[in-house]
Protein backbone atom coordinates (compact mmCIF):
# COMPACT_ATOMS: atom_id res chain seq x y z
CA UNK A 1 0.00 0.00 0.00
CA UNK A 2 3.07 2.31 -0.22
CA UNK A 3 2.64 5.15 -2.34
CA UNK A 4 5.09 7.29 -4.30
CA UNK A 5 5.99 11.00 -4.40
CA UNK A 6 4.54 12.51 -7.12
CA UNK A 7 6.45 14.34 -10.24
CA UNK A 8 7.22 18.17 -9.64
CA UNK A 9 5.64 18.70 -12.75
CA UNK A 10 2.79 16.83 -12.46
CA UNK A 11 2.16 19.15 -8.82
CA UNK A 12 2.53 22.35 -10.47
CA UNK A 13 0.77 21.79 -13.59
CA UNK A 14 -2.39 21.01 -10.97
CA UNK A 15 -1.37 23.72 -9.13
CA UNK A 16 -1.54 25.78 -11.86
CA UNK A 17 -4.79 24.40 -13.47
CA UNK A 18 -6.65 25.19 -9.99
CA UNK A 19 -5.40 28.39 -8.84
CA UNK A 20 -5.88 29.85 -12.83
CA UNK A 21 -9.57 28.26 -12.42
CA UNK A 22 -10.31 30.51 -9.27
CA UNK A 23 -8.48 33.30 -11.07
CA UNK A 24 -11.27 32.78 -13.49
CA UNK A 25 -14.31 32.30 -11.41
CA UNK A 26 -13.07 35.92 -9.85
CA UNK A 27 -12.92 37.41 -12.78
CA UNK A 28 -15.09 40.45 -11.13
CA UNK A 29 -11.86 41.58 -9.28
CA UNK A 30 -9.93 40.87 -12.35
CA UNK A 31 -12.37 43.03 -14.42
CA UNK A 32 -11.88 45.30 -11.70
CA UNK A 33 -7.85 45.75 -11.30
CA UNK A 34 -7.70 46.29 -15.37
CA UNK A 35 -11.11 48.52 -15.30
CA UNK A 36 -9.47 51.30 -12.95
CA UNK A 37 -6.48 51.95 -15.00
CA UNK A 38 -8.06 52.04 -17.92
CA UNK A 39 -10.56 54.13 -17.32
CA UNK A 40 -7.95 56.79 -15.86
CA UNK A 41 -6.09 56.26 -19.15
CA UNK A 42 -9.28 57.43 -20.82
CA UNK A 43 -9.97 60.26 -18.62
CA UNK A 44 -6.51 61.11 -18.90
CA UNK A 45 -6.56 61.94 -22.77
CA UNK A 46 -6.43 65.60 -22.18
CA UNK A 47 -2.41 65.01 -20.88
CA UNK A 48 -1.11 63.10 -23.34
CA UNK A 49 -0.50 66.81 -24.98
CA UNK A 50 1.38 68.25 -22.30
CA UNK A 51 3.23 65.09 -20.91
CA UNK A 52 3.04 62.54 -23.80
CA UNK A 53 1.62 59.18 -24.32
CA UNK A 54 4.56 57.47 -22.29
CA UNK A 55 3.64 59.53 -19.35
CA UNK A 56 0.05 58.21 -19.15
CA UNK A 57 0.52 54.63 -20.00
CA UNK A 58 3.32 54.03 -17.25
CA UNK A 59 1.00 55.71 -14.69
CA UNK A 60 -1.53 53.66 -15.59
CA UNK A 61 0.36 50.81 -15.52
CA UNK A 62 1.79 51.37 -12.34
CA UNK A 63 -1.14 52.07 -10.97
CA UNK A 64 -2.73 48.41 -12.58
CA UNK A 65 0.64 46.81 -10.95
CA UNK A 66 -0.36 48.05 -7.48
CA UNK A 67 -3.52 47.23 -7.68
CA UNK A 68 -2.30 43.35 -8.54
CA UNK A 69 -0.09 43.11 -5.85
CA UNK A 70 -2.01 45.24 -3.10
CA UNK A 71 -5.75 44.44 -3.88
CA UNK A 72 -5.48 40.90 -5.71
CA UNK A 73 -2.49 38.84 -4.41
CA UNK A 74 -2.38 39.98 -0.83
CA UNK A 75 -6.00 39.20 -0.28
CA UNK A 76 -6.08 36.04 -1.88
CA UNK A 77 -3.33 34.69 0.16
CA UNK A 78 -5.01 35.96 3.05
CA UNK A 79 -8.18 34.54 2.63
CA UNK A 80 -6.83 31.02 1.57
CA UNK A 81 -4.35 31.02 4.66
CA UNK A 82 -7.37 32.54 6.81
CA UNK A 83 -9.54 29.34 5.71
CA UNK A 84 -6.79 26.66 6.16
CA UNK A 85 -6.26 26.47 2.36
CA UNK A 86 -2.67 26.23 2.74
CA UNK A 87 -2.54 24.00 5.34
CA UNK A 88 -4.35 21.39 3.75
CA UNK A 89 -2.29 21.40 0.57
CA UNK A 90 0.75 21.36 2.71
CA UNK A 91 -0.44 17.86 4.38
CA UNK A 92 0.21 16.54 0.41
CA UNK A 93 3.41 15.83 -0.66
CA UNK A 94 3.67 19.31 -2.03
CA UNK A 95 6.99 21.22 -1.38
CA UNK A 96 5.75 24.50 -0.41
CA UNK A 97 7.38 26.35 -2.52
CA UNK A 98 5.33 25.03 -5.63
CA UNK A 99 2.51 26.63 -3.75
CA UNK A 100 4.04 29.63 -4.30
CA UNK A 101 4.99 29.68 -7.05
CA UNK A 102 2.08 28.77 -8.71
CA UNK A 103 0.14 31.46 -7.29
CA UNK A 104 2.94 33.83 -8.39
CA UNK A 105 2.75 32.45 -12.10
CA UNK A 106 -1.26 33.16 -12.05
CA UNK A 107 -0.16 37.03 -10.78
CA UNK A 108 2.64 36.86 -13.78
CA UNK A 109 -0.03 36.44 -16.60
CA UNK A 110 -2.42 38.96 -14.53
CA UNK A 111 0.54 41.84 -15.15
CA UNK A 112 0.88 40.47 -19.23
CA UNK A 113 -2.38 40.44 -19.20
CA UNK A 114 -2.91 44.31 -17.60
CA UNK A 115 -0.10 45.57 -19.62
CA UNK A 116 -1.78 44.73 -22.63
CA UNK A 117 -4.80 45.96 -21.87
CA UNK A 118 -3.31 49.36 -21.31
CA UNK A 119 -1.77 48.83 -24.87
CA UNK A 120 -4.87 48.13 -26.56
CA UNK A 121 -6.45 50.78 -24.53
CA UNK A 122 -4.09 53.13 -25.29
CA UNK A 123 -4.08 52.53 -28.58
CA UNK A 124 -7.58 52.92 -29.49
CA UNK A 125 -8.72 55.42 -27.12
CA UNK A 126 -5.72 57.97 -27.36
CA UNK A 127 -4.20 56.60 -30.30
CA UNK A 128 -0.66 56.09 -28.64
CA UNK A 129 1.34 53.63 -30.57
CA UNK A 130 4.61 52.04 -29.63
CA UNK A 131 7.47 50.21 -31.81
CA UNK A 132 7.94 46.66 -31.27
CA UNK A 133 10.82 46.79 -29.17
CA UNK A 134 8.69 49.38 -26.76
CA UNK A 135 6.08 47.19 -26.34
CA UNK A 136 8.42 44.30 -25.02
CA UNK A 137 10.36 46.18 -23.07
CA UNK A 138 7.53 47.53 -21.54
CA UNK A 139 6.10 43.82 -20.71
CA UNK A 140 9.58 43.61 -19.40
CA UNK A 141 9.65 46.36 -16.84
CA UNK A 142 6.37 45.47 -16.08
CA UNK A 143 6.79 41.97 -14.79
CA UNK A 144 10.04 44.12 -12.68
CA UNK A 145 7.80 45.99 -11.35
CA UNK A 146 4.93 43.83 -10.33
CA UNK A 147 7.68 42.21 -8.28
CA UNK A 148 8.09 45.04 -6.32
CA UNK A 149 4.00 45.52 -5.54
CA UNK A 150 3.92 41.35 -5.23
CA UNK A 151 6.43 41.84 -3.15
CA UNK A 152 5.24 44.68 -0.79
CA UNK A 153 1.79 42.76 -0.84
CA UNK A 154 3.48 39.76 0.49
CA UNK A 155 5.17 41.47 2.88
CA UNK A 156 1.68 42.91 4.02
CA UNK A 157 0.38 39.07 4.62
CA UNK A 158 3.54 38.37 6.26
CA UNK A 159 3.26 40.73 9.16
CA UNK A 160 -0.71 40.79 9.58
CA UNK A 161 -2.27 37.34 10.49
CA UNK A 162 -6.00 38.39 10.04
CA UNK A 163 -7.42 38.43 6.74
CA UNK A 164 -9.78 41.39 7.45
CA UNK A 165 -6.44 43.68 8.53
CA UNK A 166 -4.87 42.34 5.45
CA UNK A 167 -7.53 43.85 3.49
CA UNK A 168 -8.08 47.38 4.50
CA UNK A 169 -4.56 47.90 4.73
CA UNK A 170 -3.74 47.07 1.45
CA UNK A 171 -6.76 48.96 0.61
CA UNK A 172 -5.29 52.34 2.36
CA UNK A 173 -1.64 51.74 1.10
CA UNK A 174 -2.77 51.36 -2.35
CA UNK A 175 -4.93 54.88 -1.96
CA UNK A 176 -2.11 56.52 -0.50
CA UNK A 177 0.52 54.95 -3.68
CA UNK A 178 -1.94 55.83 -6.07
CA UNK A 179 -3.26 59.23 -4.97
CA UNK A 180 0.37 60.68 -3.78
CA UNK A 181 1.58 59.31 -6.56
CA UNK A 182 -0.27 60.22 -9.24
CA UNK A 183 -0.71 63.93 -8.08
CA UNK A 184 2.98 64.18 -6.58
CA UNK A 185 4.28 63.39 -10.07
CA UNK A 186 1.97 65.70 -12.34
CA UNK A 187 3.73 68.54 -9.30
CA UNK A 188 0.36 68.92 -7.94
CA UNK A 189 1.54 68.51 -4.50
CA UNK A 190 4.84 70.82 -4.35
CA UNK A 191 8.55 70.25 -4.56
CA UNK A 192 9.05 67.88 -1.77
CA UNK A 193 6.58 65.71 -2.26
CA UNK A 194 7.45 65.53 -5.97
CA UNK A 195 11.04 64.39 -5.07
CA UNK A 196 9.69 61.62 -2.49
CA UNK A 197 7.38 60.25 -5.17
CA UNK A 198 9.79 59.94 -7.76
CA UNK A 199 11.72 58.05 -5.34
CA UNK A 200 9.13 55.87 -3.70
CA UNK A 201 7.89 52.30 -4.87
CA UNK A 202 5.70 54.38 -7.68
CA UNK A 203 7.58 56.69 -8.97
CA UNK A 204 10.77 54.29 -9.95
CA UNK A 205 8.32 51.71 -11.20
CA UNK A 206 6.55 54.22 -13.72
CA UNK A 207 9.49 55.71 -14.78
CA UNK A 208 11.45 52.59 -15.45
CA UNK A 209 8.01 51.69 -17.57
CA UNK A 210 8.02 55.09 -19.01
CA UNK A 211 11.49 55.13 -20.80
CA UNK A 212 11.11 51.47 -21.49
CA UNK A 213 8.23 52.01 -23.72
CA UNK A 214 10.28 55.12 -25.25
CA UNK A 215 13.79 54.03 -25.01
CA UNK A 216 15.46 56.91 -26.72
CA UNK A 217 14.81 58.06 -23.07
CA UNK A 218 16.86 55.17 -21.18
CA UNK A 219 19.82 56.91 -19.61
CA UNK A 220 21.42 56.18 -16.40
CA UNK A 221 19.34 57.90 -14.48
CA UNK A 222 16.65 55.35 -15.35
CA UNK A 223 19.33 52.79 -14.72
CA UNK A 224 19.65 53.95 -11.33
CA UNK A 225 15.44 53.87 -10.95
CA UNK A 226 15.86 50.24 -12.05
CA UNK A 227 18.14 49.52 -9.35
CA UNK A 228 15.72 50.74 -6.98
CA UNK A 229 12.64 49.17 -8.46
CA UNK A 230 14.96 45.96 -8.22
CA UNK A 231 16.16 47.09 -4.66
CA UNK A 232 12.61 47.66 -3.00
CA UNK A 233 11.49 44.38 -4.71
CA UNK A 234 14.46 42.32 -3.08
CA UNK A 235 13.57 44.25 0.03
CA UNK A 236 9.71 43.43 0.42
CA UNK A 237 9.81 40.07 -0.88
CA UNK A 238 12.79 39.14 1.74
CA UNK A 239 10.33 40.62 4.34
CA UNK A 240 7.60 39.00 3.30
CA UNK A 241 8.79 35.52 3.14
CA UNK A 242 10.81 35.77 6.32
CA UNK A 243 7.66 37.07 8.15
CA UNK A 244 5.19 34.77 6.55
CA UNK A 245 3.03 32.24 8.14
CA UNK A 246 1.50 29.59 6.36
CA UNK A 247 -1.09 29.51 9.29
CA UNK A 248 -3.31 32.40 10.45
CA UNK A 249 -4.19 31.17 13.99
CA UNK A 250 -0.26 30.67 15.34
CA UNK B 1 4.61 -9.13 13.18
CA UNK B 2 4.76 -6.69 10.85
CA UNK B 3 6.34 -3.68 11.77
CA UNK B 4 3.34 -0.41 12.61
CA UNK B 5 2.40 1.87 9.84
CA UNK B 6 2.90 4.87 12.42
CA UNK B 7 5.43 4.96 15.06
CA UNK B 8 6.04 8.01 17.33
CA UNK B 9 8.64 7.61 19.50
CA UNK B 10 9.60 10.75 22.31
CA UNK B 11 8.13 13.47 20.82
CA UNK B 12 8.53 16.81 22.50
CA UNK B 13 6.14 19.96 20.89
CA UNK B 14 7.08 23.67 21.87
CA UNK B 15 5.13 26.83 21.07
CA UNK B 16 8.30 29.19 22.67
CA UNK B 17 8.36 28.26 26.93
CA UNK B 18 5.39 26.50 26.43
CA UNK B 19 5.56 22.35 26.37
CA UNK B 20 2.64 21.29 24.29
CA UNK B 21 3.44 17.70 23.73
CA UNK B 22 5.96 15.93 26.36
CA UNK B 23 7.82 12.72 25.42
CA UNK B 24 4.78 11.25 23.37
CA UNK B 25 5.17 7.56 22.13
CA UNK B 26 2.47 5.28 20.40
CA UNK B 27 2.56 3.35 17.57
CA UNK B 28 -0.37 1.99 15.18
CA UNK B 29 -0.52 -1.22 13.08
CA UNK B 30 -2.29 -1.78 9.56
CA UNK B 31 -5.94 -2.31 9.94
CA UNK B 32 -6.44 -0.68 13.47
CA UNK B 33 -8.21 2.16 14.63
CA UNK B 34 -6.72 4.03 17.00
CA UNK B 35 -8.10 7.25 18.74
CA UNK B 36 -6.10 9.96 20.34
CA UNK B 37 -8.44 11.70 22.97
CA UNK B 38 -7.82 14.14 25.27
CA UNK B 39 -9.65 17.55 26.77
CA UNK B 40 -9.18 20.82 24.84
CA UNK B 41 -5.47 22.08 24.80
CA UNK B 42 -3.95 18.15 25.68
CA UNK B 43 -1.48 18.28 22.76
CA UNK B 44 -3.67 16.39 20.44
CA UNK B 45 -3.82 18.71 17.65
CA UNK B 46 0.26 19.57 17.91
CA UNK B 47 0.53 15.86 17.91
CA UNK B 48 -1.53 14.93 14.81
CA UNK B 49 0.37 17.84 13.08
CA UNK B 50 3.73 17.11 13.72
CA UNK B 51 3.04 13.51 12.25
CA UNK B 52 1.15 15.43 9.48
CA UNK B 53 4.14 17.71 8.98
CA UNK B 54 2.69 20.66 9.89
CA UNK B 55 5.06 21.27 12.25
CA UNK B 56 8.73 20.18 13.45
CA UNK B 57 8.51 18.89 16.61
CA UNK B 58 11.66 20.16 18.53
CA UNK B 59 12.59 16.64 19.90
CA UNK B 60 11.48 12.72 19.13
CA UNK B 61 11.28 10.62 15.53
CA UNK B 62 8.05 10.22 13.56
CA UNK B 63 8.51 7.18 11.06
CA UNK B 64 5.05 6.66 8.72
CA UNK B 65 5.05 3.54 6.78
CA UNK B 66 8.85 2.88 7.66
CA UNK B 67 9.90 6.73 6.48
CA UNK B 68 11.16 8.82 8.67
CA UNK B 69 9.14 12.09 8.66
CA UNK B 70 12.54 14.27 9.11
CA UNK B 71 14.67 12.38 6.64
CA UNK B 72 11.73 11.80 3.94
CA UNK B 73 9.51 14.51 4.42
CA UNK B 74 7.54 13.89 1.13
CA UNK B 75 7.39 10.40 1.34
CA UNK B 76 5.97 10.46 4.67
CA UNK B 77 3.35 12.65 3.38
CA UNK B 78 2.63 10.43 0.63
CA UNK B 79 1.73 7.84 2.40
CA UNK B 80 -0.55 10.15 4.85
CA UNK B 81 -4.52 10.68 3.73
CA UNK B 82 -5.21 13.74 5.78
CA UNK B 83 -8.84 14.86 6.81
CA UNK B 84 -7.89 18.31 8.69
CA UNK B 85 -10.20 19.75 11.48
CA UNK B 86 -11.27 22.51 9.31
CA UNK B 87 -11.01 21.42 6.05
CA UNK B 88 -11.09 24.16 3.50
CA UNK B 89 -10.83 23.90 -0.40
CA UNK B 90 -10.69 26.64 -2.42
CA UNK B 91 -14.31 27.78 -2.75
CA UNK B 92 -14.05 28.64 -6.36
CA UNK B 93 -13.52 25.20 -7.17
CA UNK B 94 -16.47 22.15 -7.36
CA UNK B 95 -16.51 18.96 -5.94
CA UNK B 96 -14.71 17.56 -8.87
CA UNK B 97 -12.34 19.90 -9.43
CA UNK B 98 -11.51 19.63 -6.24
CA UNK B 99 -10.88 15.51 -6.07
CA UNK B 100 -9.25 16.18 -9.42
CA UNK B 101 -7.00 18.84 -7.82
CA UNK B 102 -6.39 16.44 -5.15
CA UNK B 103 -5.39 13.32 -7.59
CA UNK B 104 -3.21 15.15 -9.13
CA UNK B 105 -1.40 16.68 -6.33
CA UNK B 106 -1.34 13.12 -4.89
CA UNK B 107 0.12 11.51 -8.56
CA UNK B 108 -3.40 9.82 -9.43
CA UNK B 109 -4.71 9.85 -12.30
CA UNK B 110 -8.55 10.57 -12.72
CA UNK B 111 -10.45 9.83 -15.76
CA UNK B 112 -13.86 10.99 -15.78
CA UNK B 113 -15.01 7.59 -15.58
CA UNK B 114 -13.16 6.95 -12.38
CA UNK B 115 -14.31 10.40 -11.09
CA UNK B 116 -17.65 9.55 -11.37
CA UNK B 117 -17.43 5.85 -9.80
CA UNK B 118 -16.24 8.39 -6.77
CA UNK B 119 -19.10 10.55 -6.65
CA UNK B 120 -21.71 7.84 -7.27
CA UNK B 121 -19.60 5.86 -4.24
CA UNK B 122 -20.08 9.03 -2.19
CA UNK B 123 -24.03 10.24 -3.10
CA UNK B 124 -22.75 13.57 -4.80
CA UNK B 125 -23.45 12.33 -8.63
CA UNK B 126 -25.70 15.43 -8.81
CA UNK B 127 -23.40 17.78 -6.72
CA UNK B 128 -20.57 17.97 -8.28
CA UNK B 129 -20.59 21.16 -9.85
CA UNK B 130 -21.33 22.36 -6.97
CA UNK B 131 -19.19 24.63 -4.70
CA UNK B 132 -17.64 22.73 -1.22
CA UNK B 133 -19.51 25.49 0.35
CA UNK B 134 -22.78 24.71 -0.98
CA UNK B 135 -22.83 21.43 0.64
CA UNK B 136 -24.27 20.08 3.65
CA UNK B 137 -21.89 19.10 7.03
CA UNK B 138 -22.01 15.28 6.17
CA UNK B 139 -21.53 15.57 2.58
CA UNK B 140 -18.37 18.05 3.18
CA UNK B 141 -17.04 15.09 5.54
CA UNK B 142 -17.34 12.93 2.48
CA UNK B 143 -15.55 14.70 -0.20
CA UNK B 144 -13.12 15.34 2.66
CA UNK B 145 -12.60 11.91 3.02
CA UNK B 146 -12.43 10.70 -0.07
CA UNK B 147 -9.54 13.28 -0.86
CA UNK B 148 -7.91 12.03 2.08
CA UNK B 149 -8.02 8.50 0.47
CA UNK B 150 -7.84 9.21 -2.69
CA UNK B 151 -4.13 7.98 -3.11
CA UNK B 152 -4.93 4.65 -1.48
CA UNK B 153 -2.47 5.65 1.66
CA UNK B 154 -1.32 3.13 4.07
CA UNK B 155 -2.18 5.96 6.62
CA UNK B 156 -5.30 8.02 7.29
CA UNK B 157 -5.48 10.61 10.05
CA UNK B 158 -8.79 11.96 10.93
CA UNK B 159 -9.19 15.17 13.27
CA UNK B 160 -12.31 15.21 14.96
CA UNK B 161 -13.95 14.13 11.64
CA UNK B 162 -17.62 13.55 12.93
CA UNK B 163 -18.00 17.59 14.64
CA UNK B 164 -21.24 18.75 13.61
CA UNK B 165 -23.02 15.86 11.42
CA UNK B 166 -26.13 14.32 12.75
CA UNK B 167 -26.74 11.24 13.73
CA UNK B 168 -27.16 9.72 10.64
CA UNK B 169 -24.30 10.97 8.97
CA UNK B 170 -22.00 10.11 11.87
CA UNK B 171 -23.09 6.10 11.66
CA UNK B 172 -22.13 6.19 8.03
CA UNK B 173 -18.98 7.76 8.65
CA UNK B 174 -18.03 5.38 11.08
CA UNK B 175 -19.03 2.49 8.56
CA UNK B 176 -16.74 4.14 6.27
CA UNK B 177 -14.19 4.12 8.85
CA UNK B 178 -14.63 0.64 9.70
CA UNK B 179 -14.57 -0.08 5.88
CA UNK B 180 -11.16 1.63 5.99
CA UNK B 181 -9.81 -0.58 8.58
CA UNK B 182 -10.92 -4.01 7.08
CA UNK B 183 -9.05 -3.03 3.93
CA UNK B 184 -6.08 -2.75 6.01
CA UNK B 185 -5.46 1.38 6.59
CA UNK B 186 -4.25 2.39 9.41
CA UNK B 187 -6.36 4.99 10.76
CA UNK B 188 -5.51 7.69 13.92
CA UNK B 189 -8.30 9.74 14.63
CA UNK B 190 -8.55 12.33 17.52
CA UNK B 191 -12.86 12.70 18.92
CA UNK B 192 -14.23 14.13 21.69
CA UNK B 193 -16.67 11.86 21.54
CA UNK B 194 -16.05 8.78 23.76
CA UNK B 195 -19.23 6.82 22.44
CA UNK B 196 -17.23 7.46 19.14
CA UNK B 197 -13.75 6.41 20.49
CA UNK B 198 -15.86 3.21 22.37
CA UNK B 199 -17.52 2.41 18.92
CA UNK B 200 -14.86 2.33 16.28
CA UNK B 201 -11.48 2.49 18.08
CA UNK B 202 -9.41 -0.68 18.81
CA UNK B 203 -7.26 1.25 20.94
CA UNK B 204 -6.79 4.82 22.15
CA UNK B 205 -4.88 6.87 23.95
CA UNK B 206 -5.66 9.62 26.07
CA UNK B 207 -3.49 12.87 26.51
CA UNK B 208 -3.56 15.43 28.95
CA UNK B 209 -1.31 18.50 30.02
CA UNK B 210 0.64 16.72 26.57
CA UNK B 211 1.47 13.33 28.21
CA UNK B 212 0.03 10.15 27.11
CA UNK B 213 -1.65 9.13 30.67
CA UNK B 214 -3.06 5.82 30.05
CA UNK B 215 -2.73 3.78 26.47
CA UNK B 216 -5.30 0.52 25.70
CA UNK B 217 -8.14 -0.81 24.30
CA UNK B 218 -11.46 1.02 25.11
CA UNK B 219 -12.77 -2.27 26.97
CA UNK B 220 -9.33 -2.54 28.82
CA UNK B 221 -9.42 1.14 30.16
CA UNK B 222 -12.66 0.52 31.88
CA UNK B 223 -11.76 -2.46 33.47
CA UNK B 224 -8.37 -1.23 34.07
CA UNK B 225 -9.75 2.30 35.83
CA UNK B 226 -13.50 0.60 36.81
CA UNK B 227 -12.48 0.69 41.02
CA UNK B 228 -10.52 4.03 40.96
CA UNK B 229 -12.10 6.61 43.14
CA UNK B 230 -12.22 9.35 40.66
CA UNK B 231 -13.77 7.12 37.76
CA UNK B 232 -16.25 5.91 40.48
CA UNK B 233 -16.87 9.58 41.44
CA UNK B 234 -17.71 10.60 37.85
CA UNK B 235 -20.09 7.68 37.15
CA UNK B 236 -23.33 9.29 36.03
CA UNK B 237 -25.53 5.85 36.04
CA UNK B 238 -24.19 2.99 37.89
CA UNK B 239 -22.55 1.53 34.83
CA UNK B 240 -18.69 2.65 34.29
CA UNK B 241 -18.29 3.88 30.88
CA UNK B 242 -15.29 5.18 29.04
CA UNK B 243 -16.25 8.99 29.23
CA UNK B 244 -15.68 7.87 33.43
CA UNK B 245 -12.56 6.82 32.95
CA UNK B 246 -11.76 9.75 30.57
CA UNK B 247 -12.77 11.96 33.31
CA UNK B 248 -11.84 10.06 36.03
CA UNK B 249 -8.17 10.58 34.20
CA UNK B 250 -8.32 14.27 33.09
CA UNK B 251 -10.56 15.61 36.10
CA UNK B 252 -14.19 17.34 35.69
CA UNK B 253 -12.18 21.00 35.64
CA UNK B 254 -13.69 22.71 31.99
CA UNK B 255 -10.39 23.39 29.92
CA UNK B 256 -9.44 26.82 27.77
Not at chain 1, 125 to 154: E, M, R
Not at chain 1, 232 to 247: D, E, Q, R, T, V
Not at chain 2, 214 to 241: E, Y
Request: hydrophobic share 45%.
Amino acid sequence: MHTNIPSGKQVLTTLLKADFITQWRNRRSVVLVLLVPVIILISWKGLIKNFGGAFVIANCITIGLTAIGLMGYSNSIARDRDKGIFQRLRVAPVPSWSIMVSRLLVQLAMILLLTTAIYIAGHYFDNITLTPVSYLLGYFVSIVGGALYLGLGQAIVGRINNAETVNSTCRLVYFIFIMVGMFGDLGMLGNTIDQLVKWSPYGAVKHIIADAIEPGNWSMVTNTYLMVTIGYAIIFSYLGIKWFKWNSNK
Amino acid sequence: MDEPILKVQNLDIFYKSFQAVKQVSFFVNAGEIFGLLGPNGAGKTSTLSAIEGLLKPQNGEIYVAGYNRKQHPLLASANIGVQLQATSFQPELSVSEIIELYAGIYGVDMPKEKLKEILINIKLEDAASKHFGQLSGGQQQRVSLVIAMIHNPPLVLLDEPTMGLDPQSRRQLWERIESMRNNGHAIVLTTHSMEEAEAVCDRIAIIDHGNIIAIDTPQALIDKHQNDAGVIAASRKGKITLEDVFIGLTGKDIRP
